[in-house]
C-alpha cells in the first residue's frame, strides 16, 4: 500500500484505480543528466564520474576491474554453520529483478560505491517479503537526519519530484525501504568517501598530461619555433606579409599530417626550430606517476592496468593474488554481511552470506595448500576440518529451506 500511495501522490492517480504491478519506487521518475567541467574537479559526484569514469582510462579499469570481479564471486547462504544450497534469498540475489541479472545488480552496486563512496539499496516487497531490488545512482539520494542527527529517512529526488523511504522497517516488515552502503569518511557522519576522491589530484593531473600530449601531436611534437627575416639592415615585414607567412606556416605546416614536411622559404627568411628537450618530456613520467596514484587509490596492483615501470609483483598471478587479498575479498565481505542484516530478518533469523573463495580460480593454490594442512592435522576432527574449510559439520543438512 506504501508503493501505491507514493505513485498517487506523484502522478494524480485516481484512488480506486487498481495498481496490481509491483515495481521500484523510483521507477517513474524521469532522469536529470548533468556534468561538470572544471579546471580542478570539484568534489561532487558527478564531476568525479565525468572526470573519473567517462574520462579517465585508469579510474575506468580500476572501478570496471574491482566492480566485475566482485560481483562474479558466488554468495554461499548459511544458516548458523549449515549451508543452503536453496533459499528464497539466493533466488532474489540471483534475479533481483526483472531488468537487472544477479551479476548486472552486484556490478551497478560496487560501481557506485568506488566512484561515489556510496551506495543505495531499494527493496520492494510483497506481503512483507522482499520480491525486487533496486541499486539507486548516489547522486539522487540524499539523507534526512532524524531529532538524533541519525538517519531517518532518504529522498530520492528526480525530475523535480522526489520520493521518501524510511531507514528503519515499516509496520508488518522486516527489512527498511532502502539500505545505505557507504565506505569510510573521517569527516562526514552521513555520506562515505570515495576511493577516485582520494585520487583527485593525480587524476586531473593525468587528464591534463593526456591534452598536453595531444595538442603536441596536433603540433607535430614542436611547441615552437622562430620565423626570422632578414638581417642586419634588412626591413621589417608588413602587417600584410607577416599575416601571409603567418597562415601559410599554420595552414601548410603545423598539425601532425604535415610533420617532416619540408619548409620552402623566401630569400631573407631563417626558421630556428626549438624543439622538446628530455626535461620538456617530463610530463610523461608525471602522467605515469598519477596513474600510479590512482591504482593505489584503488587498492589495485599498476601492473594490472598496464601503468608502465612497476615491476613490484614477480608476475601477474601474484599481483591477482593481491588484487583479491586486498581489494576484491574486503569489498564482497561487507556487501555480503550488509545484504543478510539487511534482508535476512525477512527470510528468518542466523542467515548470512559469504564468499564461496573454493569457486574462486586466482585462490585455488592457497586454498589448496590450506586444504593439504588441514587434511593432515591428526589432531582436529572430521567436523573441525569441515569448518576450517568453510563447511558446516556433517550434521547439517545442505539445502534447507527457510524455517517458519
Known amino acids: 500500500m506504501r ?7 506523484l502522478w494524480g492517480a485516481d484512488p480506486a484505480a487498481e495498481l496490481e504491478e509491483k ?31 567517462a574520462k579517465n ?18 554468495l554461499l547462504l548459511f544458516k548458523g554453520d549449515r549451508e543452503l544450497s536453496e533459499h528464497p534469498l539466493l533466488a532474489l540475489l540471483a534475479r533481483p529483478n526483472t531488468h537487472e541479472t544477479g551479476a548486472d545488480f552486484l556490478e551497478a552496486l560496487y560501481g557506485y560505491l568506488l566512484v561515489s563512496g556510496n551506495a543505495y539499496l531499494e527493496q520492494v516487497p510483497v506481503d512483507g517479503v522482499p520480491r525486487e531490488l533496486y541499486a539507486l545512482r548516489p547522486d539522487r539520494v540524499k539523507v534526512v537526519p532524524g531529532p538524533h542527527g541519525w538517519p531517518e529517512a532518504f529522498d530520492y529526488t528526480a525530475a523535480g519530484r522526489t520520493v521518501r523511504l524510511a531507514a528503519e522497517a515499516e509496520d508488518g516488515e522486516e527489512a527498511a525501504p532502502l539500505r545505505h552502503l557507504k565506505l569510510f569518511h573521517p569527516l562526514n557522519d552521513h555520506y562515505g568517501f570515495a576511493p577516485v576522491e582520494a585520487a583527485q589530484m593525480a587524476l586531473d593531473i593525468h587528464n591534463a598530461a593526456a591534452s598536453w600530449n595531444k595538442a603536441l601531436l596536433d603540433n607535430a611534437a614542436r611547441p615552437s619555433g622562430a620565423l626570422i627575416y632578414g638581417a642586419g639592415d634588412a626591413l621589417n615585414l608588413t602587417s600584410d606579409q607577416f599575416d601571409r607567412l ?7 605546416y603545423q598539425g601532425a599530417r604535415n610533420a617532416g614536411r619540408p619548409l620552402l622559404l623566401e630569400g631573407g627568411l631563417d626558421w630556428k626550430p ?10 610523461i613520467e608525471a602522467k605515469n606517476q598519477a596513474a600510479r596514484e590512482i591504482a593505489l587509490a584503488f587498492g589495485v596492483p599498476p601492473m594490472l592496468l598496464g601503468i608502465p615501470g612497476d615491476n613490484t609483483y614477480a608476475n601477474y598471478q601474484e599481483a591477482g593474488r593481491a588484487l583479491w587479498r586486498g581489494a576484491v575479498l574486503p569489498l564482497v565481505r561487507r556487501t555480503a554481511g550488509h545484504l543478510a542484516s539487511w534482508l535476512g530478518p525477512a527470510f528468518g533469523q542466523g542467515l548470512h552470506l559469504e564468499p564461496d573463495l573454493d569457486a574462486i580460480e586466482a585462490l585455488s593454490s592457497e586454498r589448496e595448500a590450506l586444504w593439504r594442512r588441514v587434511g593432515v592435522a591428526s589432531f582436529l576432527s572430521d567436523d573441525e576440518k569441515r569448518q576450517a574449510v568453510g563447511y558446516g559439520a556433517r550434521g547439517g543438512t545442505l539445502g534447507e529451506a527457510q524455517d517458519d
Open 274 to 283: 626549438m624543439g622538446l628537450t628530455p626535461k620538456d618530456m617530463d610530463f
Open 246 to 252: 603567418k597562415a601559410e606556416l599554420e595552414d601548410g
Open 57 to 74: 582510462p585508469v579510474v575506468h579499469r580500476a572501478v570496471r576491474l574491482l566492480s566485475e570481479t566482485a560481483a562474479a564471486v558466488p
Open 3 to 9: 508503493l501505491k500511495k507514493a505513485l498517487e501522490s
Open 23 to 53: 515495481a521500484s519506487r523510483t521507477g517513474p521518475l524521469l532522469a536529470i543528466q548533468g556534468t561538470a567541467q572544471p579546471v580542478w574537479s570539484p568534489r561532487d559526484y558527478a564531476a568525479l564520474a565525468q572526470e573519473g569514469f
